[in-house]
């Protein structure tokens, strides 16, 4: 069994590695929420969340659906351990809260379609 953890040392927290995510990035959606990648150097997935004000307006609505987006990640991450290490953004684009059940199934969406971007450019290649 696979350790469902996500340690200090995954999180996506440098201005550079942000910055670099947002130039370079590619993306994948399963709404309401969009997947923002590109490829890292290092030797983990760097993985940050992101909750706009303008769609949320409350800290305490904001913040919980970023531990709901965390808690979904953490337990869905072993879909991704194979593929090469990645930098990672999970950026809220719906206005409508969810239910913890409906965030799981969305970021297990997008990981599965960014595990299959990433198996399809393995072998155009």
Partial sequence: MSKQSFPKAEHLKSKKGIDELFLKRQS?????????????????HKVGF?????????????????????????????EIQELSHQD?????????????????????KCLTKLKEKADEKENNN
Avoid: D
Wanted: with cysteine; hydrophobic share 40%.
């Fill in 28 to 44: 994948v959606k399963a709404f309401p929420i969009r997947l923002m990648y590109h490829q890292n150097a290092e030797q983990t």
């Fill in 50 to 78: 992101v909750v706009p004000k303008r769609l949320i307006r409350l800290a305490v609505n904001r913040n919980k659906i970023k531990r709901q987006l965390r808690e979904a990640y953490r337990t869905q991450k072993q």
């Fill in 88 to 108: 990672m953004m999970f950026v809220l684009i719906g206005k409508k809260p969810l239910s913890f059940q409906e965030t799981e199934a969305c970021v297990l």
